[in-house]
Each structure stands twice: as structure tokens, then as C-alpha cells.
């Protein structure tokens, strides 16, 4: 089997000054890609900038041999996000890889959540994830190539204590990365998300150390570049990733009860079927909105 290369081939990866997206521009910049190497420079709740961090990683690559430009701009600003694939067109003349990676945290417990907290964290994690795709979109369908990689979080999949603003983010990436799957498929465009576990600055702290030892940052990107890669052809999957465990993570909707029109109006019969109803052996996913609602009137 070949090796996996980017050569001429050309990534943007967001939140790429540390942790998960410095390990993402370095493993594909070590393949072949030009790298932008894009990173505000704040701290993990968000607060204050710079541009020490993303160059910190454009030097890496560069002593590693590699091609990078840095990009400090805020993922979500939209004249922030133009300017992140300005940056790439103007370097190096194309976009090919687009790895969502920026985030920011601001845990707290729902009662306790201020508007300003729930903003900031959905703005930065699933606006940022739009605006940038968004900015690069056009470019990649006259292109009639693109592999975007986004970044979702098992807080968004399962929920979290303290995270409410964080899951409903990350789960919003999702949703958005299986419409972007569809409305890419036919411009070669593949749209896929990531479930990471891994040791950063995000999880010191909250992990202890012999289990941070086992989630080297490196697992992650492995995955981040098969996804990345011209082989890739799925597109809207989601895929938990860490510790060198990878496996592929779905909606699934179970067979259910089937009421009769009779009963169907009413929450007893409701209640008389509930062992079906929450049966999960024969579940599955579905391709699109439109084929599960189609599943609600098949017998
Ligand atoms: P990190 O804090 O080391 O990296 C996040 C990077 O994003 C930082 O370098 C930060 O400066 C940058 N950033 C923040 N706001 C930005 C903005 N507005 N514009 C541009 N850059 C910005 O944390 P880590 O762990 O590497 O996280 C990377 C991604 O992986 C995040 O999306 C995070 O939510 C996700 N994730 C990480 C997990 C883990 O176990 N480390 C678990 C689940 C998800």
C-alpha cells in the first residue's frame, strides 16, 4: 500500500498554535502539504491574543523541512475567516484541506451559564467551523476538490456535566457537517468530524497523567489525515478517535412500534408500546433527513 502524501496539495488548520491543530499541520505538512497555520493565541477559555503560538508552529515545520504560513485571525469573524483563505490563496494558490479544529472552553453548570458564555463558546466552535468553510466553500467547488475535517466532542455526542454550551456546539458541528456532506457530494467536496480524546492544555488538569500519557495528540492526526486524504471517499461520518482506538460513531434510529391509527392519538397506547418504542437491537442509521422520514411510513 502507498503512503498517505499531500503533495500540492494545500490545508488550512484552525486553532493550529497547540494542542490537537499543531499535531494536524505537522503530520500533514510532514506529507507534503503547505500549511496555513492558523491560531488567535488566547487561552483555553478564549480570553486575550497573539502571535507567538501559531509562528511557534510555522518555525516547526519549517525546520522539519515542511511549507507554512501563519494566520492569526479569529475563526468567528467573518472578515477573520476570509482572511484565513486569503491567506492560503495567496501563499500557495489553492485550498484543499480545511481541519476545524479552534475551540474554546467555558464550563460551567446550566443554572449557572451567562448568555455571554453560551455565546462565546458557540461562536467560536460551530460559527467559527461555518465561516471558515464557508469562506473556503466556493473555492473548493470550482475546484471540484475539498476533504474538511471537523471537530466534534463526546460532550456533544453523549453530554457532559457542566459543558451545556459546549455539547450543543459540538453537536451543531455535526449537523452541519452531514448538510455540508450532501450539499458536497457532487463537487468531490467530503465533509467528515472527529471525536478526539487526547492530551492538550484542554484536558491537563482534568485527566490524570498516566491516562494523558496514552492520548498522544499524534493518534488523533492519523485519522485527521486519512480523512484529509484524495483516498477518502465517505463523507458525513463521525469518528471517535484516541489512545489509538478509532471507530466510527452514528445516529441510529431503532425499528419501533408501529400503532394502529386507532390508537395512535394516544399516550396510553403510547405507554402500551414503550418496550418497542426504546428497543434499540434493530437500529440504524439513516443517509439523510428525508429517507428517516420516509422510515415513520413504511409498515
Ligand atoms: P487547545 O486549547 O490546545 O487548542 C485549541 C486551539 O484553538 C488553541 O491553540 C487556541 O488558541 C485556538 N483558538 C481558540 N479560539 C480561536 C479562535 N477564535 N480562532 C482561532 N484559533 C482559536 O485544545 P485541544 O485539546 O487541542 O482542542 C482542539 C479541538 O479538539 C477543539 O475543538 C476541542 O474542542 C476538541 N476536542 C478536544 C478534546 C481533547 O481531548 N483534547 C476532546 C474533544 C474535543
Do not use: C
Amino acid at each position: 500500500m502507498s503512503d498517505i502524501r499531500f503533495d500540492d496539495r494545500v490545508a488550512i488548520v484552525t486553532g493550529a498554535g497547540g494542542g490537537l491543530g499543531r499535531s494536524h499541520a505537522m503530520l500533514l505538512a510532514s506529507r507534503g502539504a503547505k500549511v496555513v497555520v492558523n491560531d488567535l493565541g488566547g487561552s483555553v477559555d478564549g480570553s486575550g491574543a497573539g502571535s507567538a503560538a501559531a509562528d511557534k508552529v510555522v518555525d516547526e515545520i519549517k525546520a522539519a523541512g515542511g511549507e507554512a504560513v501563519a494566520n492569526y485571525d479569529s475563526v468567528n469573524s467573518e472578515d477573520g475567516a476570509a482572511n484565513i483563505v486569503k491567506t492560503a490563496l495567496d501563499a500557495f494558490g489553492r485550498v484543499d484541506i480545511i481541519v476545524n479544529n479552534a475551540g474554546i472552553l467555558r464550563d460551567v453548570t446550566f443554572h449557572k451559564m451567562s448568555k455571554e458564555q453560551w455565546d462565546s463558546v458557540l461562536s467560536v466552535h460551530l460559527e467559527g467551523t461555518m465561516l471558515v468553510t464557508r469562506a473556503a466553500w466556493p473555492v473548493m467547488r470550482e475546484a471540484g476538490y475539498g476533504r474538511i475535517v471537523n471537530t466534534t466532542s463526546a460532550a456533544g455526542l453523549y453530554g457532559n456535566f457542566g459543558q451545556a454550551n459546549y455539547a450543543a456546539a459540538k453537536l451543531g458541528i455535526v449537523g452541519l457537517s452531514r448538510t455540508l456532506a450532501h450539499e458536497g457530494a457532487k463537487y468531490n467536496i467530503r465533509t467528515n468530524v472527529i471525536s478526539p480524546v487526547a492530551k492538550s492544555r484542554m484536558t491537563e488538569g482534568i485527566l490524570p497523567p498516566p491516562v494523558l500519557d496514552q492520548l498522544k495528540p499524534e493518534y488523533v492526526s492519523a485519522l485527521v489525515a486519512y480523512l484529509a486524504s484524495e483516498e477518502f471517499e465517505s463523507t458525513g461520518q463521525v469518528y471517535a478517535v484516541g489512545a489509538g482506538y478509532v471507530s466510527r460513531v452514528a445516529v441510529v434510529e431503532g425499528k419501533g412500534a408501529r400503532l394502529e391509527p386507532a390508537d395512535a392519538a394516544a399516550p396510553e397506547a403510547v405507554r402500551s408500546h414503550w418496550e418497542a418504542v426504546s428497543d434499540l437491537s434493530e437500529a440504524k442509521p439513516y443517509k439523510n433527513a428525508m429517507e428517516a422520514a420516509g422510515a415513520t411510513l413504511e409498515s
